[in-house]
C-alpha cells in the first residue's frame, strides 16, 4: 500500500508540474562571457547587487575583473563571502540582512553550488520576508517572484545556474534539506570556462560526478519528459568524453565548456525529473559530517544502481550504448552492467575513493530515516525503498 501512496503522489505531481510556471535562465555563453554581465545588470536598472561567494572565490580574485565591470557600469555591490559548503540558515540571513541593509535590487551567486543555494535562499527570503527558511522547506513554499537573480557556477558540477532547488542545512539538528520552487530557477547565468580553469583536479572530478549524478537519476526516474530525456542523454555522454580530459589537462578550454554544458543539462534535467536514492543519502553524509556533495555522490552512486537491480537494466543500457561500450550481442542486463562498471572506472581513474570515512554506526539509523523522509514519497525512483534498504546501502558505503 506504501508503494501505492507513493506512485501517487509522483503521478500527481509530474501532472500537476505541467502547470508550473517553467523557465531557463538568460544565457551569456563562451570565453570571457562573464565580461558582459556587468552591462547587461546596468541594462536592467539595477543600482545595487548583493555578491554571495565564499572565502576561496575572493582569496584567489576570481572575481575582481567582474567587479571592475560592475564600477565601470556605476552599479554599487557588497560581497557576503561567508558561505560554507553546505550552507546554514545562518548564512542565508546574514547575506540577506546585508541584502537589506544596503538597498540591494539584485542578487549574483558567484562560486559553486553552496554560493548558488546560499544566494537563492536569500531571494526566497526577499520575496517571502515574512516566511523562515524552515517554513519554506519543501516543494512549492515560496510561489512568489524573486529579485534579479543572475548565477556565475566557477565549478561544473550542481546545475545550480538552471534548477529550481536550493538545499541548506540546519547546524543545530544537522539536517539538510531542499526549498525546491520555480520561482527559485535564476533569471540570467554565466557559462564562462575561464572561471573553472584552475580548478583542482579533486574539485574537477567530484563536481563532474555530481553533474553525471544529476543526469543518470533523472534519466532512470519515472518522470521524465522528452526534453528531460535528451538533456539527460547529452550530459552523460558529455560527461564520458570530457570529465577525465578536463581533470587530468585543466587548461583545455574544449573539455571545460562542455563539461559546463553537460552541468547546465543535468540541471534541467533533475529539475522536471527530479533526483533520487543518491542523494537523499548524500545529503544527509553532508549535514552529518560536511561530506561534500560531489564527492557523496560519486561514491554511492554505482552502489546504488547495482541495488537497484533489474528495474534500472532498461535505462543503463541504453545509456551504454550511448556512450559506446556495449556490444551488438549483449543483453540488456550485461550492457547496465558495464555501464556501472565505466562509472566505476571514471570513479577510479579521478581519485574517488570508494568508501565513506567517518560513518558513525549510530547515526546510520537516523540518517536513513531522514533519507527516506526526504525521498518518499516525492523521488519517482525506480524502486520505492523502505528502512532495510537503506540501512543496508549505509552500511555498504561506510568505510
Given at each position: 500500500?506504501?508503494?501505492?501512496?507513493?506512485?501517487?503522489?509522483?503521478?500527481?505531481?509530474?501532472?500537476?508540474?505541467a502547470?508550473?510556471?517553467?523557465?531557463?535562465?538568460?544565457?551569456?555563453?563562451?570565453?570571457?562571457?562573464?565580461?558582459?554581465?556587468?552591462?547587461?545588470?546596468?541594462?536592467?536598472?539595477?543600482?545595487?547587487?548583493?555578491?554571495?561567494?565564499?572565502?576561496?572565490?575572493?582569496?584567489?580574485?576570481?572575481?575582481?575583473?567582474?567587479?571592475?565591470?560592475?564600477?565601470?557600469?556605476?552599479?554599487?555591490?557588497?560581497?557576503?563571502?561567508?558561505?560554507?559548503?553546505?550552507?546554514?540558515?545562518?548564512?542565508?540571513?546574514?547575506?540577506?540582512?546585508?541584502?537589506?541593509?544596503?538597498?540591494?535590487?539584485?542578487?549574483?551567486?558567484?562560486?559553486?553550488g553552496s554560493?548558488?543555494d546560499?544566494?537563492?535562499?536569500?531571494?526566497?527570503?526577499?520575496?517571502?520576508?515574512?516566511?523562515?527558511?524552515?517554513?519554506?522547506?519543501?516543494?512549492?513554499?515560496?510561489?512568489?517572484?524573486?529579485?534579479?537573480?543572475?548565477?556565475i557556477?566557477?565549478?561544473?558540477?550542481?546545475?545550480?545556474?538552471?534548477?529550481?532547488?536550493?538545499?541548506?542545512?540546519?547546524?543545530?539538528?544537522?539536517?539538510?534539506?531542499?526549498?525546491?520552487?520555480?520561482?527559485?530557477?535564476?533569471?540570467?547565468?554565466?557559462?564562462?570556462?575561464?572561471?573553472?580553469?584552475?580548478?583542482?583536479?579533486h574539485?574537477?572530478?567530484?563536481?563532474?560526478?555530481?553533474?553525471?549524478?544529476?543526469?543518470?537519476?533523472?534519466?532512470i526516474?519515472?518522470?521524465?519528459?522528452?526534453?528531460?530525456?535528451?538533456?539527460?542523454?547529452?550530459?552523460?555522454?558529455?560527461?564520458?568524453?570530457?570529465?577525465?580530459?578536463a581533470?587530468?589537462?585543466?587548461?583545455?578550454?574544449?573539455?571545460?565548456?562542455?563539461?559546463?554544458?553537460?552541468?547546465?543539462?543535468?540541471?534541467?534535467?533533475?529539475?522536471?525529473a527530479?533526483?533520487?536514492?543518491?542523494?537523499?543519502?548524500?545529503h544527509?553524509?553532508?549535514?552529518?559530517?560536511?561530506?561534500?556533495?560531489?564527492?557523496?555522490?560519486?561514491?554511492?552512486?554505482?552502489?546504488?544502481?547495482?541495488?537497484?537491480?533489474?528495474?534500472?537494466?532498461?535505462?543503463?543500457?541504453d545509456?551504454?550504448?550511448?556512450?559506446?561500450?556495449?556490444?551488438?550481442?549483449?543483453?540488456?542486463?550485461?550492457?547496465?552492467?558495464?555501464?556501472?562498471?565505466?562509472?566505476?572506472?571514471?570513479?577510479d581513474?579521478?581519485?574517488?575513493?570508494?568508501?565513506?570515512?567517518?560513518?558513525?554506526?549510530?547515526?546510520?539509523?537516523?540518517?536513513?530515516?531522514?533519507?527516506?523522509?526526504?525521498?518518499?514519497?516525492?523521488?519517482?525512483?525506480?524502486n520505492?525503498?523502505?528502512?532495510?534498504?537503506?540501512?543496508?546501502?549505509?552500511n555498504?558505503?561506510?568505510?
Amino acid at each position: 500500500m506504501y508503494k501505492l501512496y507513493c506512485r501517487t503522489y509522483q503521478r500527481m505531481m509530474r501532472m500537476a508540474s505541467a502547470f508550473l510556471p517553467w523557465r531557463k535562465p538568460e544565457l551569456l555563453a563562451g570565453e570571457n562571457s562573464l565580461s558582459k554581465l556587468p552591462e547587461l545588470i546596468k541594462s536592467k536598472n539595477i543600482e545595487s547587487v548583493l555578491i554571495v561567494s565564499d572565502k576561496g572565490i575572493t582569496s584567489i580574485g576570481l572575481m575582481d575583473g567582474f567587479l571592475e565591470g560592475l564600477r565601470n557600469e556605476g552599479v554599487n555591490f557588497v560581497i557576503y563571502d561567508k558561505t560554507v559548503p553546505n550552507p546554514t540558515i545562518e548564512n542565508i540571513e546574514e547575506a540577506y540582512q546585508m541584502y537589506k541593509t544596503n538597498y540591494c535590487q539584485g542578487i549574483v551567486a558567484f562560486g559553486g553550488g553552496s554560493p548558488m543555494d546560499c544566494a537563492k535562499g536569500v531571494g526566497a527570503r526577499a520575496a517571502r520576508p515574512n516566511k523562515t527558511i524552515q517554513h519554506m522547506k519543501g516543494v512549492l513554499k515560496v510561489m512568489k517572484k524573486l529579485p534579479p537573480l543572475f548565477a556565475i557556477p566557477t565549478t561544473a558540477g550542481t546545475g545550480s545556474e538552471a534548477t529550481l532547488a536550493a538545499v541548506v542545512t540546519n547546524s543545530d539538528t544537522h539536517e539538510k534539506y531542499a526549498i525546491m520552487d520555480t520561482s527559485l530557477i535564476p533569471h540570467y547565468a554565466v557559462l564562462d570556462p575561464l572561471l573553472t580553469v584552475n580548478l583542482p583536479p579533486h574539485i574537477t572530478a567530484t563536481t563532474g560526478l555530481d553533474a553525471l549524478t544529476h543526469a543518470i537519476e533523472a534519466y532512470i526516474g519515472k518522470s521524465n519528459t522528452k526534453e528531460t530525456i535528451q538533456c539527460s542523454q547529452e550530459a552523460v555522454k558529455l560527461i564520458f568524453e570530457n570529465l577525465y580530459e578536463a581533470y587530468s589537462n585543466g587548461s583545455n578550454i574544449t573539455a571545460r565548456t562542455n563539461m559546463q554544458r553537460a552541468a547546465y543539462l543535468a540541471g534541467i534535467a533533475f529539475s522536471r525529473a527530479y533526483v533520487g536514492n543518491v542523494h537523499a543519502i548524500a545529503h544527509t553524509l553532508g549535514g552529518f559530517y560536511s561530506v561534500p556533495h560531489g564527492l557523496a555522490n560519486a561514491i554511492i552512486l554505482p552502489y546504488v544502481l547495482e541495488y537497484y537491480g533489474g528495474s534500472v537494466y532498461k535505462p543503463l543500457a541504453d545509456l551504454a550504448d550511448l556512450i559506446g561500450i556495449s556490444e551488438q550481442d549483449d543483453t540488456k542486463e550485461q550492457k547496465a552492467k558495464k555501464f556501472i562498471h565505466a562509472i566505476k572506472q571514471l570513479n577510479d581513474r579521478t581519485g574517488i575513493p570508494k568508501k565513506v570515512d567517518g560513518i558513525l554506526v549510530e547515526d546510520i539509523p537516523l540518517m536513513a530515516e531522514r533519507a527516506l523522509k526526504e525521498a518518499n514519497p516525492l523521488y519517482p525512483v525506480p524502486n520505492i525503498l523502505f528502512k532495510e534498504d537503506m540501512l543496508y546501502l549505509y552500511n555498504a558505503i561506510k568505510a
